[in-house]
């Protein structure tokens, strides 16, 4: 049998990630942190610990910050080499593109993939079955959002289902996204423009009598494609149900799992509850409550401030008195004293929100943002660079047309107008030649 070793690894980093945006403003996807932890780092550990030291990575979108943070790989005991395409080439394609680096049997897994499998047994699965490709299948509860795939008793694939409606659905084990191949099957992929694995590529072989292989495999999988799966990732964590590593040193005692790095100092009057990582040079006030959470690399957290089910990553600044619930804030970003940042919102990277600010649930603010004291975010932040605590300055109302003054603020203000005048009143709107102002009158008569 070929040892482990001589099995490669292909990580497809090069998406663009903009389904979950704005967390992926600086940085590609595969290099979002799980707890502390860029999400492909922690597949590049799982990869080595399966016997595996030889890996490509697929770039496209901000490549740079990929080969950065990991170089050539031999920090992690790994050898990395790199393939940039010039163009979108689908997920087979970019596979084609890297062909010079795939002359032995190779797994293919995405960069953006948050699971606890053990890929030893789907490699093992592949070389028992003498397999030309391989396809990790696992059973979900809701299988319409994924590829469904038939196997007979052996695990020979019988077909393919992408997407189905629940009329359609008879199966609900899906694809993955991660395979074993062997070089040979690389000869299908054309050299040049898109080709898709699983309405291009397997389609082929099936065509051409060529067996696929289906590894049904349990444990935990989950695409991270948005915010909220995101956070569901880091729920899942905390509530021990994927298998992950975490950094630190942690200590477990009474339901309470604590990690944090050796810099960290935590006052005795910080109440934690759960799980809490706490990265390296973060200071934590006294009183503070800490409540299933990540804390990331040089941040600060004031006094009697709550973070519940929160996400922090680096160089973050909170107030005292503030509590933020199941919120996601990104690199250097400062919250005041005294916030309010509800359930399900995002604060992307070198947002400024003053004291006492209140963020509504689900709201998102983009980067670069200022949000002043006191101000009650109801809707997203998208455009521009400031939030005003009010619209209203000395007997007008001023604002940003289309960003303050948005159509639906037009008509709240008219609502509000109208509730104080008597029946049968009678208002003049004028307007300038602007568009907006027409579109800001439009609204207030309707």
Same mark, same amino acid.
């Given at each position: 049998?070929?040892? %482990? ?5 292909? %990580? ?10 704005? /967390? ?7 290099? /979002? ?13 799982? %990869? ?5 030291? &030889? ?70 699965? +592949? #070389? ?45 084990? $899906? ?8 070089? &040979?099957?690389?000869?299908? $992929? ?13 389609? !082929? /072989? ?5 067996? /696929?292989?289906?590894?049904?495999? &349990? ?14 990732? +880091? ?10 590593? %975490?950094?630190?040193? =942690? ?52 006094? @009697? ?14 107030? @005292? !008195? ?7 804030? =990104? ?19 070198? =947002? ?21 004291? #006191? ?17 209203? +300055? ?53």
């Amino acid at each position: 049998m070929q040892p %482990l070793q001589k099995i490669k690894a292909v %990580l497809m980093a090069g998406g663009f990630g903009t389904r979950i945006q704005p /967390l992926t403003n600086s940085i590609p996807k595969p290099m /979002l942190p799980v707890v502390n932890i860029p999400m492909m780092e922690h597949i590049v550990n799982k %990869l080595k610990r399966s016997g595996i030291e &030889e890996i490509v990575i697929l770039l496209f979108f901000k490549p740079e910050v990929i080969q950065e943070h990991f170089g050539d790989g031999s920090d992690w005991g790994v050898q990395i080499a790199y393939a940039l395409p010039d163009e979108d080439y689908g997920t087979a394609g970019a596979v084609g593109f890297a062909r010079e680096h795939l002359d032995t049997t190779f797994m293919i897994v995405s960069g953006d993939l948050v699971t606890d499998f053990d890929f030893a047994e789907i490699i093992d699965f +592949h #070389r028992r079955k003498a397999s030309k490709l391989t396809i990790a299948l696992t059973p979900v509860e809701d299988p319409l959002q994924f590829g469904v795939v038939i196997t007979d008793e052996t695990g020979r694939i019988e077909r393919f289902l992408e997407k189905p409606g629940w009329g359609e659905v008879f199966s609900d084990t $899906i694809n993955t996204g991660i395979y074993i191949i062997e070089p &040979e099957i690389v000869e299908y $992929i054309p050299t040049k423009g898109a080709y898709d694995f699983s309405k291009d590529l397997f389609p !082929k /072989l099936m065509q051409e009598g060529i067996d /696929l292989w289906g590894c049904t495999i &349990e444990g935990y999988w989950r695409d991270v494609g948005n915010p909220q799966s995101y956070r569901d990732v +880091h729920k899942d964590i905390f509530s021990g149900k994927v298998l992950y590593d %975490l950094p630190g040193t =942690c200590a477990r005692k009474d339901g309470l799992v604590l990690c944090l790095d050796d810099s960290v100092k935590l006052p005795p009057s910080v109440t934690c509850k759960g799980m809490v990582i706490i990265g390296k040079d973060t200071i934590i006030a006294e009183g503070v409550t800490l409540e299933d959470c990540v804390i990331g690399e040089g941040c600060v957290v004031g006094e @009697e401030t709550h973070l519940k089910a929160s996400v922090l990553w680096d160089r973050v600044k909170v107030g @005292e !008195k503030s509590y933020l619930n199941d919120s996601i804030v =990104c690199n250097d970003t400062t919250i005041g004293s005294e916030c309010t940042i509800a359930y399900g919102a995002v604060i992307a990277e070198f =947002c400024e929100i003053e004291e006492k600010v209140k963020v509504i649930k689900d709201v998102t603010i983009w980067p670069h943002k200022h949000v002043e004291k #006191r101000a009650v975010v109801s809707s997203n932040i998208v455009w521009g660079e400031s939030y005003k605590n009010t619209l209203f +300055h000395k007997g007008k109302v001023v604002g940003t047309a289309n960003v303050e003054l948005t159509g639906e603020m037009a008509v709240k203000i008219a609502e509000a107008f109208g509730s104080i005048l008597q029946e049968g009143s009678t208002v003049f709107v004028s307007r300038d030649y602007h568009p907006s102002s027409r579109m800001i009158k439009r609204f207030l008569l309707g």
